[in-house]
């Protein structure tokens, strides 16, 4: 009996480990479907965008003469029994589908620039983690024989090579810091108060790197939540925990709890507390900006006034996303 016993948890041992590896590897192929480097998150987002504007301003535009009495009607229709009225407008689907995206736990930000190699690390790191946890956990079980712990720490150990780092993104590695350094360069030599030119191609390598992280981790969690495709370039639009729910699955039964650090939440925390860290210098970046091409001055304290709201609301947003998160399960 004891023999049997000791069969059936080695036996569960290599389905667990199997089980996780083979949804490692179903999430691996469905990376390596995306595109090696595409901005169409970025086109398809700013696209949305502009139909919103333009479907708001009809909103508004048809507010008074036809909205607000074609509500009316709706509203005293309702109160009778039948079928009910929908109440319609142009730009709802859109702010309903920015409602939705909060409420299941997405941080309030797009995916912009994919980059497939940044996503496929951004997973292996992911997997390690989960296989590091497992090997842990694996070493502390009592019902194996060290012989037999031994022997599934080394298919652990196996696995772990393969989903190893391929060093740090050449973005990373020599664009930034060669284009800081040219920048700063430039500046140094340059007589009199750094140009524009310097300056928007300063801000927009920072602007760069922090998109290049936040549509990584978007596009994980797209990847991890069940999407294939374009579909994981849009979280928020993906209904199930996915893969999120299949590790609960595997690590619940032995005792080991699981969460993922919500690290595309505090990148754009972190993105905004950089404009609130360096109000001055984004400020006069702006003043310089606005000068440029002719657009009127705007007063410090305005400006304040406005990043500090933008900033507070943003910071709120990201809590409650956070907070839905939690209770969907889906991290």
């Known amino acids: 009996m004891q023999e049997q016993a000791a069969a059936r948890d080695l036996d569960s041992w290599r389905r667990r480990i199997q ?6 590897r179903d999430l691996e192929l469905r990376a390596l479907g995306l595109p090696v480097f595409s901005v169409a998150p970025l086109l398809i987002y700013s696209w949305n965008v502009a139909k919103l504007v333009i479907f708001m301003e009809l909103d508004l535009l048809l507010l008074i003469p036809v909205l607000i009495p074609m509500y009316i009607v709706i509203f005293i229709r309702n109160r009778f ?13 859109y702010f309903a589908y920015v409602i939705h995206w909060i ?7 797009p995916a912009g620039i994919v980059v497939r190699r940044l996503v496929i690390q951004s997973m292996h790191l992911h997997f390690r983690t989960r296989l590091q946890l497992l090997r842990g956990r694996l070493a502390l079980e009592e019902r194996l024989t060290p012989e037999e712990r031994n022997q599934l720490v080394s298919t652990l ?8 780092g391929r060093g740090i993104p050449a973005w990373y590695a020599y664009v930034l810091p060669l284009a800081s350094f040219f920048l700063s360069l430039f500046n140094a030599v340059h007589s009199g ?14 602007g760069a790197s922090f998109s290049f992280i936040i549509s ?23 209904l199930n925990p996915g893969a999120y729910a299949a590790e609960k699955q595997i690590f619940e039964p032995i005792g080991v709890a699981v969460q993922e650090v919500p690290l595309d939440i505090l990148a754009v925390i972190l993105t905004f507390s950089f404009q609130a860290l360096t109000p001055k210098a984004i400020f006069d970046f702006y003043q310089r900006a606005n000068t440029a091409i002719g657009l009127p001055a705007q007063t410090q304290m305005e400006y304040l006034k406005v990043l500090s709201v933008f900033v507070a609301v943003q910071v709120c947003i990201c809590g409650l996303a956070y907070y839905r998160r939690t209770k969907l399960n889906r991290l």
């Open 19 to 24: 089980d996780l590896v083979t949804l490692y």
């Open 81 to 93: 029994p039948g079928k009910k009225w929908r109440y319609r407008s142009f730009s709802k689907k």
């Open 103 to 109: 409420w299941r736990g997405e941080s309030p930000s």
């Open 157 to 164: 150990d196996s696995v772990l090579e393969g989903f190893g």
């Open 193 to 206: 108060p750094s140009s524009i030119l310097a300056e928007v191609l300063g801000y927009t390598l920072v």
């Open 216 to 238: 990584t981790l978007i596009v994980k969690r797209g990847l991890l939540l069940g999407g294939s495709g374009r579909s994981c370039y849009f979280p928020g639009a993906i």
